[in-house]
């Protein structure tokens, strides 16, 4: 069955510093979703990625889907305290076939 | 407009007895699944619904876990008997159009077997 797996698992950084988190599948998607999950908290949606190559904005946080559909990343740019949480992503595969998360990257951050 | 809705947000339960969690998805959303949390195991699919209609139970760990979804706006999540290793955060979500589209959380259920 289709795998997403994610690096690193845990992503220590002082404030400012930028942060990535890698996520690779199995299988080639039709689409790559990221989610942050705030400690004690719920998964939230950040973002779909359906096109090879494509490459999305938010503020500071910058999201790549791989030219294959294999791969996908999330770069935070100076990090702050907000950022806390672990950052999930989840892969589609074939058309209709429901979401597969990564196990997660818990970024803490530093003052 | 309400996201979804679990219950209840905490129970401490003795071993042996049963559980039951409780969700309500977002209204028009045909999808519903159920999650489990844990630090071992991280975020893990139980079981999801598609119109109702369980589709992949491959999740669900063993006899003692079911879940039912008797309508569009409710679902159940039984644990009978519970054990100190189903302590967990129990999530339910739903997603409109399909399992592979966007899923929203509900706040989840923070079980502790004792």
């Known amino acids: 069955g289709q795998q997403v797996m994610q690096i690193p698992q845990y992503q220590h950084v002082q404030e400012g510093e930028d942060f990535t988190t890698y996520c690779n599948s199995s299988?080639?998607?039709?689409?790559i979703q990221w989610y942050k999950q705030r400690p004690g908290g719920h998964p939230v949606f950040l973002i779909q990625l359906v096109k090879s190559g494509e490459v999305k904005k938010q503020k500071r946080l910058t999201f790549q889907f791989g030219e294959a559909k294999k791969n996908s990343s999330l770069h935070i740019t100076a990090t702050q305290t907000t950022d806390v949480g672990t950052y999930f992503c989840?892969?589609?595969?074939?058309?209709?076939?429901?979401?597969?998360f990564g196990e997660g990257t818990q970024l803490t951050v530093n003052p | 407009d309400a996201g979804v809705i679990q219950s209840p947000r905490h129970e401490v339960t003795e071993m042996g007895q049963e559980v039951t969690l409780r969700c309500k998805p977002i209204s028009g959303h045909n999808s519903l699944f159920w999650y489990r949390q844990t630090m071992m195991r991280g975020l893990e699919l139980l079981i999801y619904f598609n119109n109702n209609v369980p589709i992949d139970d491959s999740g669900m760990p063993e006899d003692r876990f079911s879940a039912k979804m008797p309508n569009a706006s409710f679902s159940t999540l039984k644990i009978q008997p519970s054990e100190p290793r189903d302590s967990a955060v129990y999530f339910c979500?739903?997603?409109?159009?399909?399992?592979?589209?966007?899923?929203?959380f509900g706040e989840g259920s923070w079980l502790t077997v004792v």
């Open positions: 299988t080639t998607l039709s689409n």
């Open positions: 989840a892969g589609r595969g074939t058309s209709g076939s429901r979401l597969t």
């Open positions: 979500a739903s997603s409109f159009g399909g399992a592979g589209n966007t899923i929203y």
